[in-house]
């Protein structure tokens, strides 16, 4: 095991009703700034019950932040929110909401241009205090510090050790009225976390990699059930705490990590559209062909451990594991191939291209990953 | 799964040599006072290591902590720290010393007797900030709020959100030197913790149950090894991190949990002096022979998932479950019959009076586990 620093100050209120414990969660006489996205938040109920909650507080609204935030869309966020002598944030969302709120958070105290916080890796000193109350359960972004905004076709991350939600409401049944797409690709998404953060090589980090199978089990179970009943609160609670565990940097400790299928799909969804959770669907089954050799001994513990592939020869049971990957998210309805979304092989040469300019040429756990292996992989995905 | 709130905002630097990093997380300028139990601390090294990185700061040491901290010898300690003006506690050791240094941190500030602490869980307002370096990984308090202090013939629990860690530092190669009965008591005492935040009845909470599940296994794969070879880091840092998750609060967090083991437990080490440790391994195996009813569909799954018992008839899985639990901890050279200490039935009287004093009379995961059921396990346990 590698050493390690862990450290996740954010609380959670987890359950039915909690978002009615808002108001004990925010410091007395805050002026508050809710934002939110779309019309989701009003009908899975949020929107209403924390308007209710902040009956005693200032609070102003910030709606229309997009899925894959936009950064000049959060600078107007910011403005809004040091004119008004905003002190704190209260983010209704998913991932996309958080992880702009966390930026509006860092930006509004920033001294100088705010897109160094995301090109240059600016310091950052100071943010205003933020809560969440999460309706979609994706990226973890409710229990971590890190985030991921847009600017035309950069995908750029940030993080802080001051960007930890103060707290953060997960209510399974705000995610009730979720479309069977939303569930399904939250559910891909928190599998392909905790992929990234295991299947790379073995480093006698036991506790780790259990954590890691109890997710991976947890959301092979769960995800089906979600989709066939919106309504079974186990398994919508399930799936919520288990997105949460997935990367609030609990299974990445003392343990080698990945994230080149993240790098990947991010150069996607940046020039194509689809969707985080469609491209790590498209990319992951691919790169784990690509890279069997690299990841042979995780492969066959994934095999073994997760898909309960334990007999036959091991690299049968490496094709296997990877079928079932590629077979599991198909069967929530995520489609697995670039073909799947119209994207041929001609789209290969500038997805390359941004990987270059983003200066993604060493990737994986051995830093090892380039170029060519991104194009392999892509060319895999076809 | 039922509601619940987790927070943990303890820092853990775990590894080789993070004892150097110590003097950056406390306060400039602090005044230190550092506590330990007995030669352990200079043995293991980790008290030479402290006393170099603390070489900035202004520090007083305070040695004796017993095992099961004693409250005159914190009260004394308390004495000490208001007189010299200190303003942070480091604690160097296991459960005991971190213990009784969460008492000392409680009963520095408090206004009143600190008696009122234990006895009438007076509500703590204000604490010293303190770290922790540990030397025994076993009862989990180096990342948790709660603590056991005894006076007398009693053991009394208090906790606080205001008694959480600052920050523990868990080098693995600090318990290379432990004595192999530290080592197996530390293995069983994280053990049994699991067991009474899993082993109730199942609330489809499967996070948290394959969390359980995997620090058993942990412990049983990894336990043997430690006692082998001691200086086996794998082994050790597995152990280590196993025993600080294992009461964390995580695996506790949306599931009942029992404690009825080690309420039981207390009492025979007040009356007979037995390690912690060892009260637990006698206790559990006759506690879970006794509710097997009760707790029927948690044992199979502990039966099926921890000591792959998967074929035969369900009570056999049961008797075998509860048998491997006994032999893991023979295995390990923690006795588990009260005759094994020499104590007989005729004990059981004075254990009884003593939860009936304590008002332990309506424990467990219903709170339906009282004195005549004592009466049973105890009898089961001889």
Same mark, same amino acid.
């Given at each position: 095991?590698?050493?390690?620093?862990?450290?996740?100050?954010?609380?959670?209120?987890?359950?039915?009703?909690?978002?009615?414990?808002?108001?004990?969660?925010?410091?007395?006489?805050?002026?508050?700034?809710?934002?939110?996205?779309?019309?989701?938040?009003?009908?899975?109920?949020?929107?209403?019950?924390?308007?209710?909650?902040?009956?005693?507080?200032?609070?102003?609204?910030?709606?229309?932040?997009?899925?894959?935030?936009?950064?000049?869309?959060?600078?107007?966020?910011?403005?809004?929110?040091?004119?008004?002598?905003?002190?704190?944030?209260?983010?209704?969302?998913?991932?996309?909401?958080?992880?702009?709120?966390?930026?509006?958070?860092?930006?509004?105290?920033?001294?100088?241009?705010?897109?160094?916080?995301?090109?240059?890796?600016?310091?950052?000193?100071?943010?205003?205090?933020?809560?969440?109350?999460?309706?979609?359960?994706?990226?973890?972004?409710?229990?971590?510090?890190?985030?991921?905004?847009?600017?035309?076709?950069?995908?750029?991350?940030?993080?802080?050790?001051?960007?930890?939600?103060?707290?953060?409401?997960?209510?399974?049944?705000?995610?009730?009225?979720?479309?069977?797409?939303?569930?399904?690709?939250?559910?891909?998404? %928190?599998?392909?976390?905790? @992929? =990234?953060?295991?299947?790379? !090589?073995?480093?006698?980090?036991? +506790?780790?990699? *259990?954590? /890691?199978?109890?997710?991976?089990?947890?959301?092979?179970?769960?995800?089906?059930?979600?989709?066939?009943?919106?309504?079974?609160?186990?398994?919508?609670?399930?799936?919520?705490?288990?997105?949460?565990?997935?990367?609030?940097?609990?299974?990445?400790?003392?343990?080698?990590?990945?994230?080149?299928?993240?790098?990947?799909?991010?150069?996607?969804?940046?020039?194509?559209?689809?969707?985080?959770?469609?491209?790590?669907?498209?990319?992951?089954?691919?790169?784990?062909?690509?890279?069997?050799?690299?990841?042979?001994?995780?492969?066959?513990?994934?095999?073994?451990?997760?898909?309960?592939?334990?007999?036959?020869?091991?690299?049968? %049971?490496?094709?296997?594991? @990877? =079928?079932?990957?590629?077979? !599991?998210?198909?069967?929530?309805? +995520?489609?697995? *191939?670039? /073909?799947?979304?119209?994207?041929?092989?001609?789209?290969?040469?500038?997805?390359?291209?941004?990987?270059?300019?983003?200066?993604?040429?060493?990737?994986?756990?051995?830093?090892?990953?380039?170029?060519?292996?991104?194009?392999?992989?892509?060319?895999?995905?076809?």
């Amino acid at each position: 095991m590698k050493n390690f620093t862990f450290y996740n100050p954010t609380r959670i209120l987890f359950g039915k009703g909690r978002i009615a414990d808002l108001a004990r969660e925010i410091p007395a006489g805050a002026r508050v700034l809710v934002t939110y996205g779309g019309g989701s938040a009003l009908a899975n109920g949020a929107l209403p019950e924390v308007r209710e909650a902040l009956r005693g507080f200032v609070s102003i609204e910030f709606p229309g932040i997009e899925p894959n935030p936009v950064y000049e869309t959060l600078q107007r966020a910011a403005e809004i929110a040091r004119r008004e002598k905003i002190d704190f944030l209260l983010a209704v969302g998913g991932g996309s909401v958080i992880d702009g709120t966390k930026f509006i958070a860092a930006a509004v105290p920033f001294a100088g241009d705010a897109w160094d916080i995301l090109e240059k890796h600016a310091k950052i000193t100071a943010a205003l205090p933020f809560g969440v109350v999460l309706t979609l359960p994706a990226t973890g972004s409710e229990m971590n510090n890190g985030a991921v905004i847009s600017r035309a076709t950069s995908k750029l991350a940030f993080g802080s050790p001051r960007i930890y939600p103060l707290f953060s409401i997960l209510d399974p049944t705000k995610t009730y009225s979720l479309p069977p797409k939303q569930t399904a690709n939250g559910v891909v998404d %928190a599998f392909v976390h905790v @992929i =990234e953060q295991y299947l790379t !090589f073995p480093v006698q980090a036991k +506790v780790q990699d *259990r954590f /890691s199978e109890s997710l991976l089990l947890t959301l092979i179970e769960e995800g089906p059930k979600a989709l066939k009943d919106p309504q079974n609160y186990d398994a919508r609670a399930n799936i919520m705490w288990t997105a949460t565990m997935a990367l609030n940097g609990l299974v990445a400790m003392g343990v080698p990590t990945d994230w080149a299928t993240h790098m990947v799909g991010h150069e996607i969804t940046a020039l194509h559209g689809l969707d985080h959770a469609q491209t790590l669907a498209i990319v992951l089954p691919a790169m784990l062909t690509v890279r069997r050799e690299e990841k042979r001994e995780k492969l066959l513990q994934y095999a073994d451990r997760v898909w309960g592939l334990r007999d036959g020869a091991p690299d049968e %049971a490496i094709d296997r594991a @990877i =079928e079932c990957t590629r077979d !599991f998210f198909e069967s929530l309805g +995520v489609k697995t *191939r670039l /073909s799947d979304y119209g994207i041929g092989s001609e789209a290969i040469p500038a997805l390359l291209s941004q990987l270059e300019r983003h200066k993604m040429t060493a990737l994986g756990e051995h830093g090892a990953f380039g170029v060519e292996d991104a194009r392999k992989t892509l060319e895999k995905a076809l």
